[in-house]
Structures are given as structure tokens and as C-alpha cells.
Nanobody, 122 residues
Framework: QVQLVESGGGLVQTGGSLRLSCAASGRTFSSYTMGWFRQAPGKEREFVAAITWSGGRTYYTDSVKDRFTISRDNAKNTVYLQMNSLKPEDTAAYYC???????????????WGQGTQVTVSS
């Protein structure tokens, strides 16, 4: 079992920044690819970013490239999502997740956190 807890969400103005954190406990954290997803009202859950167990490869959806950065610290069992130049369309509940499968596909993730809300005002 892996337990995931997100933190760092909040309310920011357009152009602002937030750093989300996801703390993991339970089974070996470094064995998993870690991902971030988001879900806005009326929309399906969307892949945002992922990072492999070694940190050697990252994945991003096109809408966040050059604005968001995913990283992980296996010694701290924590994955981060640094979000810069935030836009109103980034408003969503953000979830971290762990998978042994394909990083961009939500149904491949075995473990999920409860989410943290990010709201970007105009």
C-alpha cells in the first residue's frame, strides 16, 4: 500500500506561482512513477505531469510545458509540482498518483491522493 497526501494549493492571481507537494508513505516510493492530474468542474480528469522513479525522465501535457516543473526527492518520499505563470484555466483540483504503468493514463495509476484545490483568479 502507498498513501499519498497533497498540499500547497490555494488562491492566486493570474501570473502567480504555487508549489504543490505530495508526501508518500507505505511501500517503496522510489519504485513508482509519480504523476499529477487535475480535474476542473464539468471536465474529465486530465494528465498534467509525471516523473519516473529515478527522476531521469519527465512528461508534461502541452498546456503546462515551460510553466510547470515536476521533481521528486526519493529520500524525502516527496514529489513536487512547481507551477509558474498560472492562468485561470489552470483552476482545478490537483491529485498526485503512483503507477507502475504508463505515465499519461489515469487508469494505470494504482494509488491516488485526496487532492488539493488550485484557484487562479483573473
Amino acid at each position: 500500500q502507498v498513501q499519498l497526501v497533497e498540499s500547497g494549493g490555494g488562491l492566486v492571481q493570474t501570473g502567480g506561482s504555487l508549489r504543490l507537494s505530495c508526501a508518500a508513505s507505505g511501500r517503496t516510493f522510489s519504485s513508482y512513477t509519480m504523476g499529477w492530474f487535475r480535474q476542473a468542474p464539468g471536465k474529465e480528469r486530465e494528465f498534467v505531469a509525471a516523473i519516473t522513479w529515478s527522476g531521469g525522465r519527465t512528461y508534461y501535457t502541452d498546456s503546462v510545458k515551460d510553466r510547470f516543473t515536476i521533481s521528486r526527492d526519493n529520500a524525502k518520499n516527496t514529489v513536487y509540482l512547481q507551477m509558474n505563470s498560472l492562468k485561470p484555466e489552470d483552476t482545478a483540483a490537483y491529485y498526485c498518483a503512483a503507477t507502475m504503468g504508463l505515465p499519461q493514463i489515469a487508469r494505470h495509476y494504482e494509488y491516488w491522493g485526496q487532492g488539493t484545490q488550485v484557484t487562479v483568479s483573473s
